[in-house]
């Protein structure tokens, strides 16, 4: 339950589910209710599988170009803090969703669903680390089912929420969203903190620290 409830938090943040009414309903002010949910149906299903191939696939890639467990928790830590720090402060980054050069070319585009939407939107630099992060070293033990189990609650989620976008929108306001940004941002970094804790400790870097 800890390794599930850790990654929910995690992927929460990372994902930018607090994020997604403002930015999807200002994306399709003009669609239809059917062609929303078409876009949110197809661009969850996308990032949910690019998320998934790196939950599989990240171990491999480490190992491909040389970089050790350790130093995957402390980069992760160090960018997973500063998203953190972003949203403590209400703050805008492309690492949990697009920049505003992106926003300003999706403006342009008939279909959504696949940029901005499911990458950088959803399957952001952030969330694509994050999964890395967690799932590496698990083996595809129970831990790796429950970490990936953790990341389809929270891709529904999202779906929902795209779904919901304009009355949440409505209900929440900018205030209401800031709010909840803030009280998952302090939860991530605090994660933030101990991932990068691990990362030095298991590094070997610091003898005493590893005792």
């Not at 390794?3 to 002010?29: Q, R």
Request: aromatic share 8%; hydrophobic share 60%.
């Amino acid at each position: 339950m800890n390794t599930y409830l850790v990654a929910l938090a995690t992927f929460f943040a990372t994902v930018g589910v607090a994020d997604i009414p403002f930015i999807f309903a200002a994306l399709t002010k003009d669609d239809t209710a059917a062609q929303r949910f078409g876009v949110a149906v197809r661009g969850v299903v996308i990032a949910t599988c690019i998320l998934l191939i790196f939950g599989v696939l990240g171990e491999g890639i480490l190992m491909l170009f040389g970089i050790t467990i350790p130093a995957l928790r402390t980069a992760g830590g160090i960018l997973l803090l500063l998203i953190a720090i972003d949203m403590v402060f209400a703050r805008h980054s492309g690492a949990t969703g697009p920049t505003t050069e992106e926003e300003v070319e999706a403006r342009r585009r008939e279909d959504i669903s696949v940029f901005p939407l499911a990458m950088p939107l959803l399957a952001g630099p952030g969330a694509i680390s994050a999964v890395i992060l967690l799932t590496a070293g698990t083996g595809y033990n129970a831990d790796f089912f429950i970490i990936m189990a953790a990341l389809v609650t929270i891709m529904g989620l999202a779906w929902v929420t795209l779904l919901l976008a304009i009355p949440i929108q409505r209900l929440l306001g900018i205030t209401g969203l800031a709010v909840v940004s803030r009280v998952v941002g302090i939860l991530l970094a605090a994660l933030a903190v101990q991932f990068l804790f691990d990362g030095i400790r298991t590094s070997g870097l610091l003898p005493e620290l590893a005792a």
